[in-house]
């Protein structure tokens, strides 16, 4: 009784509905009301089902294609055990200075050069594989590919495909078609399972925006299937996967060294992005939002609520289009190196360590005060 309460306030239709309308006018012609959340509950176990299959397609598939590719799991050498160091690492810092490295070598009673090997080791340790990159990106590829495919095939014969006024013409009375359903379910169920993966994911600078983007994608896709905004919806999601797809087929190739191949997918990419994020999505999709309803109706709080989270969506794109401005920049200057987003691993060569160190170079670099990164 108390849920049923609490459900009847939260979703009471003076917050979400426009003008005078109730939720009986959201009823279709077979009676099934388009504000109904339960329809996206299978949503959690299709996640469920998504990490599952996620984790056979990284074995079976993604790892003979990254072989095919070139990629090779590469044994590391770890880092021995050392209370003394692993306390500094955890503790301090994982890239200490040359005056921590001596005062450390002091009480480890080593070497500084055997000192930096150490934490250069216990690093490479915490830095997620190549085999584990290539990996994610194969599977995200493969999900963004089959999406875009079958987003095109929901809407290339949709009115409000080409013409984006067409999202709001019979609205609310607008049937939901059965593949419009299953295109949400089908796209809300992987972000769910890429937002209940993200702390075992690779993890990059800008997780945190990662996040962000991920809650924000699933409380639109929620509330614009509650609200009846899944015209708008639908259009949203097309638009990101097409761009998706580009940058995790760049990240493959990238992580297999097939460098140009990777600077022609990412400049592809870099150009599809800006057209669909920061052209496409704020002058036809917001604008579609923002500017359109109000021909219908005076502003209410699902109008102030929903572009809201789409304005955080497009600062977002804001955001990722300044990295990958940066990364095409390095990309011309020739100083283009994996995913700017996430650390390279450190080469650890004892053979190249002894030999610059009989050359003097070790001791020149202790003097100096610098310290391999």
Known sequence: MALQTLSDWFWWERIWLPCNYTWDDFQNSE??????????????????????????????????????????????????????????????????????????????NRTTVQVERWFRRRRNQDRPAVMKKFQESCWRFTFYLCALIGGFAVLYDKPWFHDVWEVWVGYPKQEVLTSQYWYYVMELGFYWS?????????????????????????????????????????????VHDVSDVLLEA???????????????????????????????FPFWIIYATVVYPLYYCPRFFLYYFFNMVMFILQFLH???????????????????????????????????????????????????????R
């Open 31 to 108: 009676g099934t009301g388009a504000a109904c959340s339960s329809q996206l509950l299978v949503t959690l176990p299709l996640a469920l089902l998504f990490m599952l299959l996620r984790y056979g397609f990284e074995r079976a598939i993604a790892t003979p294609v990254a072989r095919a590719m070139g990629i090779k799991s590469k044994v590391r050498l770890k880092a021995s055990i050392n209370p003394v160091l692993e306390n500094f690492y955890i503790s301090n810092s994982k890239h200490p200075s040359q005056v921590d490295i001596y005062g450390l070598a002091k009480k480890c």
């Open 194 to 238: 890429l937002l209940f993966s993200v702390a075992s994911d690779v993890r990059r600078k800008d997780f945190k925006v990662q996040v962000v983007h991920h809650l924000a994608t699933i409380f639109l896709l929620n509330f614009s299937w509650g609200v009846k905004y899944i015209r708008v919806g639908t259009l949203t999601l097309l």
């Open 250 to 280: 760049a990240k493959m190739c990238s992580y297999a060294a097939w460098t140009k191949t990777c600077n022609i997918l990412f400049a592809v990419f870099a150009v599809v992005f800006v057209i669909s994020r920061l052209i496409v």
């Open 318 to 372: 804001i955001y990722w289009a300044y990295l990958i401005f940066r990364m095409v920049r390095k990309m011309i200057s020739g100083n283009m190196s994996g995913d700017d987003r996430s650390d390279n691993e450190e080469e650890d060569s004892e053979e190249n360590e002894e030999q610059s160190l009989s050359n003097g170079d070790g001791k020149k670099r202790i003097i100096n005060g610098q310290h391999d």
